[in-house]
C-alpha cells in the first residue's frame, strides 16, 4: 500500500515540475506592444499590435457568439475562441514610409478579439475592417518571446504573406532602412505629426478671433478689431513659418529621390553610350570590308553588330550587367538551383501550389545559400535585375522544374512594383516561415516531454494555418511525429476520460464508414508485386498513390502515411527494374552513331522513370552511367555533326539535325554538346543574316542600317512585308494598352462623363483605332516634320508656320497633402511645314520620334506589363524612325531615293487618312 502512494506521489511530483519546466507563455511574459511592415493594397504600411489581458478583454471575447467549426478541415467561417486566456486590444495599419509623395492620413484602428493559448505558444486574434471579411491571424510565438510570426487564416491563409513582428514600438534597422533610406522613420513620423498638430492649433485660433472680431465689429469696437487682426497676421505668420518648414522638407525629399532616380538613369545612360560607341565603331568595319569586297570579315563584323543590338535592348529594358554576364544564354544556374529547392521539398507535388508555400523559397534558410546578399541588402537595380532574370529568361525555359506562371510570381518577391508579391512581403514573410519552422519545432518538442494526449491534439487543429504555409516536406514531417507522439502517450496513458471515449466511439463510427487501412494496403501490394516483372507502366502506376481506387476517400494523415509506405518500397523496386532494364553495351558497334541511336532508344523507353524520380540514387546512378558512356561516341561523332551544320540551309533542317543527334540531359552531362552548340548557334545566326539580307532587299539602306527592311519596303512599295512588320507592331500596341483596358480606369472615367458613356463601348473604341495601325503613319508623320531640319532647301514655296503650345500646373504641397500654391506653365513649340504636307500635318500633328518609343518600351518592359515580343516590336518601331532619318541625311531632298520614299509615304498616309 505505501508503495503505490509513493508511487502516485512522484507521479503527482513528476507532473508537477514537468509542467513548471514547459516552455508556455503566459499573458505577463508577452510585450503589449508589437509593430512591423505589412504590404495592403500596393502600400507598405506599419502594422502596430497592441495587447490588452484585462478583464474588460475577458468580457469582449465573452460576448462574442459561439462560432461552430465547419467542414472544412477546420476552416472556419469565423474564429472559434475559447481554449485560451482572453486577450483585446486593437491593431493599427499606418503608412510606413514618409517622402515627397505620400501624404499622411489618419490611422486605420481596429479593436481585436482573440485568446493566447499557453502551451501552444500560440496566439490567435481576429479584428473586423469596415465593408469587409474579418480578418483572422495565427501568431506563433519565439521561444525568446521577442518575436511573432502572424500567419492569416480563412481563405486569405493561402495567398498572404505572413507578417513578422517585433516587441516594442520601434522597428528593427532592417526594416527602418527599408522603408526610410537609413533616416530616421520614427523621427520623421513624429515631425510630421506635431507641424500638424500645429497647424491645426492655429487654424483653430484664427477661427476663434475671427469670431470675436465680428462681434467686436458688431459692437464698434475698432481698437479690438485691429488688435484682433494684428493676431491673425501674427498667427497667419506663424503658420507660413510651418509650412515653409514643411515644404523645405518636401524639397529635399524631392531632391534626394530625383537625385537618387538621376543617377540610376546617368548608370544606364553610360552603358548605352559605351555599346553604341561600339556599335560605331563596328558599322565603320563594316563599311570599310565591304569597300574591300571581304564578305567574311563583313558577316563576323554583322554577328558582333547583331550581338552588340541585343546588349543594347537588354540595357534598355533594365538587364543588370552583372546578372546578364552570370546568365549567358539562359536562367543563371544559381537561380535554377533555388527554383530547384521548391520541387526537392516536395512543393511541385502538390495538387494546387498555393503562394504562401512559394514564398518558403524566401526564408533566409533557403535564400541565403544562393544568394550573396539578402532582399533587404540589395539594391532596386540588382533586384530589378532578377525580376528581369526570372520573369524573361528563366520562365521561358521548359526544363525547369517550377511552372513559368510560378516562376513569373516569385519573380514578382523581387520588385517594389506591388503585383502578386512584393520584395518586403516576400522578405519578410520568409524569415517568419523559418520562425514558425522553428517555433513548431520547440513547441513540439515541449509538448513531447510533457507527454499530454489533449495538449498534442489541440496543437494538431490550432495550428493549421501556421503549419500548412511551411514545405510539404516539413508538413508531413510535423504529422508524423504527431502521429508517433500521439500514439505512445495514449499507450502511457493509465486513465480513459469520459470525452476521451466519445471520442475514440465517434472516431470508430468514421472508421466503418471508410476504407480499412488494410484494404489500402492490400491494394498497394498488389500493385508492388505486380511492379516485379520490369514492366515501366506497372511500376510507375505502382508508386502513385493518387490512383488508388481510395486515395480520395482516406484522410491527409492517411494519405502520408501511404506515401511513407511507398517510398520504403521505392527502392527495391527501382533495383529490381534496373537488374531487369539494364544499360546497352558500351562496346561493339560498328560506328559511333550505331552506339548513340542505342543509348537513345533505352533512354527513350525509361525517360518517364528519369524524368519523375532522377533524384533517387538508384535512377541517378544508372542513368548517369548511361550519360558517361555517351560521352566518347559523342566526341567521334560531332566533327561529322557540325559538318553537316555548316552546310545546312534550313533552321528546322538544323534543328533537326541535332534533336538527332543528342538526348535532351546531354545539356547538363555532356561537354560535347557545347561545342555543337556553339556551331549551331553560329550557323543559325548566318542563316538570319542572310535571310535579313533577302527580307531587306533593294532600296536606300542597306543590310546593315537601322531600320533597312520597313524603310526599303516602303520605297519598292513592297505591301507583303509592309503588311507583316505592321500586324506585329499591332499586336505589341494591343498588349500595351490592355493593362490600361483592364484596370478600371475607364469604368471610373464613365462615371463622370454622362449616361451615354459606356465602358464597353469606349474599350471597343480604342480596340478598334489599333486595329490595321501601321507604322507609316508614325514615320509619315516624323518625316513631315523633320523636312525643315533636314531637307530645308525642298520645303517648296510659301511653307506653312504652325504653333502649338502645351499647358500644365506644377502644384506644391505639404507632406499633409495640402496644397501650398500653383504654378501654371507653357511651352510653345515651331514647326515650318512643306505646303503639300500641311493637310497631313493638322490631322497627324508632330508626330513622336526614336526616343520617345524608346522611353515607351522602356518603361512597360521594365514593369512587366509587355511581352519581350512585344518591347522588341516597339524598338523596331524606333529603329524604323532611325532608319529613315538615315536615309534624309544619306540622301539629298531631290534625289530619285527621296523622292521615291516621299511619294510612298505621303500616298499611303492620305489612303489611310
Not at 537609413?182 to 498638430?197: F, N, S, T
Not at 526544363?399 to 508579391?421: D, Q, T
Request: charged residues 25%.
Amino acid at each position: 500500500m505505501l508503495n503505490k502512494l509513493l508511487i502516485v506521489s512522484l507521479c503527482i511530483v513528476g507532473v508537477f515540475f514537468c509542467q513548471l519546466s514547459r516552455a508556455e507563455t503566459s499573458p505577463s511574459e508577452i510585450s503589449k506592444n508589437w509593430t512591423g511592415l505589412v504590404v495592403e493594397q500596393g502600400q507598405v504600411k506599419r502594422f502596430t499590435l497592441q495587447l490588452d489581458a484585462s478583464a474588460t478583454a475577458s468580457a469582449v471575447n465573452r460576448a462574442q457568439p459561439a462560432m461552430r467549426r465547419g467542414p472544412g478541415n477546420g476552416h472556419d467561417q469565423a474564429m472559434q475562441l475559447g481554449s485560451g486566456e482572453p486577450i483585446g486590444g486593437q491593431i493599427m495599419l499606418d503608412v510606413a514610409k514618409i517622402d515627397a509623395f505620400n501624404t499622411l492620413p489618419a490611422p486605420a484602428i481596429y479593436p481585436l478579439t482573440g485568446e493566447l493559448i499557453a502551451e501552444l505558444n500560440l496566439l490567435k486574434i481576429q479584428y473586423q475592417p469596415p465593408r469587409q471579411p474579418a480578418v483572422m491571424l495565427f501568431g506563433a510565438i519565439s521561444e525568446n518571446k521577442d518575436e511573432i510570426y502572424l500567419f492569416f487564416g480563412g481563405p486569405q491563409s493561402s495567398q498572404k504573406a505572413p507578417i513578422l513582428l517585433v516587441a516594442g514600438s520601434t522597428l528593427p534597422d532592417y526594416m527602418q532602412r527599408a522603408v526610410g533610406a537609413g533616416e530616421d522613420v520614427e523621427e520623421v513620423r513624429l515631425q510630421a505629426i506635431e507641424a500638424k498638430a500645429k497647424t491645426d492649433l492655429i487654424n483653430q485660433q484664427v477661427e476663434s478671433l475671427r469670431i470675436q472680431g465680428q462681434q467686436a465689429r458688431a459692437e464698434g469696437n475698432s481698437e479690438l478689431v485691429a488688435e484682433l487682426r494684428q493676431k491673425v497676421n501674427d498667427l497667419f505668420s506663424e503658420s507660413a513659418q510651418v509650412n515653409a518648414e514643411q515644404n523645405r522638407l518636401r524639397q529635399e525629399a524631392m531632391a534626394a529621390q530625383q537625385k537618387a532616380q538621376l543617377e540610376k538613369q546617368q548608370r544606364k545612360q553610360a552603358r548605352l553610350n559605351q555599346i553604341n560607341a561600339k556599335m560605331q565603331d563596328v558599322q565603320t568595319q563594316i563599311a570599310q570590308q565591304r569597300q574591300a569586297s571581304n564578305q567574311e570579315e563583313v558577316n563576323s563584323l554583322t554577328q558582333q553588330m547583331q550581338l552588340l543590338r541585343t546588349q543594347q535592348q537588354d540595357v534598355a529594358s533594365g538587364r543588370h550587367p552583372e546578372l546578364q554576364q552570370k546568365a549567358g544564354s539562359g536562367c543563371i544556374p544559381s537561380l535554377v538551383s533555388w527554383l530547384d529547392e521548391f520541387n526537392q521539398n516536395r512543393g511541385a507535388s502538390a495538387q494546387s501550389v498555393q503562394i504562401i508555400q512559394l514564398i518558403n523559397l524566401f526564408r533566409p534558410s533557403v535564400f541565403n545559400r544562393y544568394f550573396e546578399q539578402n532582399l533587404f541588402e540589395m539594391d532596386d537595380e540588382l533586384r530589378e535585375g532578377y525580376v528581369y532574370e526570372l520573369g524573361r529568361v528563366c520562365s521561358q525555359q521548359n526544363n525547369l522544374s517550377v511552372k513559368r506562371s510560378h516562376i513569373n510570381v516569385v519573380s514578382s518577391g523581387f520588385s517594389e512594383i506591388p503585383r502578386v508579391l512584393h520584395y518586403m512581403s516576400a522578405a519578410i514573410g520568409g524569415m517568419a516561415l523559418d520562425g514558425a519552422a522553428a517555433w513548431q519545432a520547440y513547441t513540439m518538442e515541449e509538448l513531447a516531454k510533457a507527454n499530454e494526449s489533449a495538449a498534442l491534439s489541440e496543437f494538431e487543429i490550432q495550428t493549421m494555418y501556421v503549419r500548412n504555409a511551411l514545405w510539404p516536406e516539413e508538413q508531413a514531417q510535423a504529422d508524423s511525429r504527431l502521429v508517433e507522439q500521439t500514439e505512445q502517450t495514449q499507450r502511457e496513458t493509465k486513465v480513459v476520460t469520459q470525452k476521451e471515449t466519445a471520442q475514440a466511439k465517434t472516431k470508430l463510427v468514421e472508421h466503418k464508414e471508410k476504407p480499412r487501412k488494410k484494404d489500402v494496403y492490400a491494394e498497394i501490394d498488389a500493385r508492388i508485386n505486380h511492379a516485379q516483372n520490369g514492366e515501366l507502366k506497372a511500376l510507375m502506376s505502382a508508386v502513385e498513390p493518387r490512383t488508388l481506387s481510395s486515395w480520395n476517400a482516406i484522410n491527409i494523415r492517411a494519405q502520408d502515411e501511404v506515401r511513407g509506405y511507398i517510398n520504403s518500397k521505392l527502392h527495391g523496386l527501382l533495383t529490381n527494374y534496373f537488374s531487369i532494364h539494364t544499360l546497352p553495351a558500351d562496346t561493339g558497334y560498328a560506328t559511333p552513331e550505331d552506339a548513340l541511336l542505342a543509348s537513345r532508344k533505352w533512354f527513350e523507353q525509361h525517360q518517364d522513370l528519369y524524368v519523375a524520380y532522377r533524384n533517387q540514387p538508384a535512377v541517378s546512378k544508372t542513368f548517369n552511367q548511361l550519360f558517361k558512356a555517351r560521352e566518347p561516341y559523342l566526341k567521334q561523332a560531332s566533327q561529322n555533326v557540325i559538318d553537316k551544320i555548316k552546310t545546312t540551309n534550313s533552321v528546322d533542317e538544323l534543328n533537326e539535325l541535332t534533336k538527332a543527334f543528342f538526348i535532351r540531359p546531354d545539356k547538363q552531362h555532356s561537354s560535347t554538346w557545347k561545342v555543337v552548340n556553339d556551331a549551331k548557334q553560329h550557323r543559325l545566326t548566318e542563316l538570319e543574316i542572310i535571310a535579313h539580307r533577302k527580307r531587306v532587299g533593294d532600296g536606300p539602306l542597306s543590310a546593315d542600317d537601322t531600320g533597312a527592311v520597313y524603310i526599303n519596303a516602303l520605297y519598292r512599295n513592297d505591301t507583303q512585308i509592309i503588311t507583316e512588320e505592321d500586324k506585329k507592331f499591332e499586336r505589341a500596341m494591343v498588349e500595351a494598352t490592355a493593362w490600361l483596358l483592364n484596370s478600371g480606369v475607364i469604368e471610373l472615367t464613365s462615371l463622370f462623363m454622362g449616361r451615354q458613356s459606356d465602358p464597353q463601348t469606349i474599350k471597343q473604341e480604342m480596340r478598334d483605332s489599333l486595329k490595321g495601325i501601321s507604322m507609316s503613319t508614325a514615320i509619315t508623320g516624323f518625316f513631315i516634320v523633320s523636312y525643315e531640319h533636314l531637307a530645308a532647301k525642298c520645303l517648296g514655296p510659301n511653307p506653312v508656320d504652325f504653333t502649338r503650345t502645351e499647358v500644365w500646373d506644377d502644384i506644391t504641397r505639404t507632406v499633409m497633402g495640402e496644397e501650398v500654391y500653383r504654378n501654371t506653365y507653357t511651352k510653345t513649340y515651331h514647326y515650318t511645314i512643306a505646303r503639300r504636307h500641311a493637310d497631313i500635318f493638322k490631322q497627324l500633328g508632330e508626330g513622336t520620334n526614336a526616343n520617345n518609343v524608346d522611353a515607351l518600351a522602356n518603361i512597360y518592359g521594365a514593369s512587366g506589363m509587355i511581352s519581350a515580343d512585344a518591347q522588341k516590336s516597339l524598338f523596331t518601331m524606333s529603329d524604323n524612325l532611325r532608319g529613315l532619318a538615315t536615309v534624309m541625311q544619306r540622301y539629298t531632298c531631290d534625289s530619285e531615293e527621296m523622292k521615291t520614299l516621299e511619294n510612298t509615304l505621303i500616298g499611303m498616309t492620305r489612303a489611310r487618312l
